[in-house]
């Protein structure tokens, strides 16, 4: 038996999670910090793909959102599939890399939900 969960994606919580590296004035994470911060980033990512493919699916042959939203999701996998260098700067690099990946995708989910 599967269960899944019908709840939508909690956009606030992943919003916050991208804002801990985005906003101008934020506070550089330890390594270990990032870490966990790239874990949520991924896992994130992991949940809203789903959501986005849903949204997307709704939508007509010739909606131009739909495809750009597919577009990203193919962006996102690909994400997904690499791993951040060696060290704080590249691992907050990569954290950055997620984070503006999760963000668009959120752009999409809000955007193809209306």
Known sequence: ???TDERPPDVATMREC???LLLEDAELPTFGEMQVLTLRLRGHIMLLIPEVEKAAELRGVDDIPKYCALACIGEARTKLGLTAGFG???GIAHAKRLSRCLNALLDHYESLSR
């Open 18 to 20: 991208t804002s801990r």
């Open 88 to 90: 704080l700067p590249a």
């Open 1 to 3: 038996m599967t269960v």
